[in-house]
């Protein structure tokens, strides 16, 4: 399973390592992911998603069905 925000879109970053000789090396910035069960009340079942820390802020701020319909306008949601 890929490291992306099923609401946000959010995914790994790349960047460097930088040691104290200024010697850089490549290393990854991952996302703060949880694997969250929301009840769907539109639906009415449970639906397993990805979620970052960000996605699930969005989810509080403004509900389940509207960040989900927004997350698949935006094209982020995938089964």
């Given at each position: ?12 970053q790349t960047?460097?390592?930088?040691a104290?000789s200024?010697?850089?090396t490549?290393?990854?910035f991952?996302?703060n ?8 009340v ?5 639906i397993s998603?990805?979620v970052s820390?960000a996605?699930?802020?969005l989810?509080n701020?403004?509900?389940?069905d509207?960040a989900?319909?927004?997350?698949a306008?935006?094209?982020y949601l995938y089964?």
């Open positions: 399973m890929s490291k992306i925000c099923q609401i946000t879109g959010k995914r790994a960047g460097n390592n930088v104290h200024n010697v850089r490549k290393r990854k991952n996302v992911l949880f694997t969250k069960n929301f009840y769907w539109e639906q009415r079942t449970w998603l990805n820390a996605g699930l802020r989810i701020k403004i509900g389940v509207a989900v319909k927004k997350a306008q935006k094209g089964t």
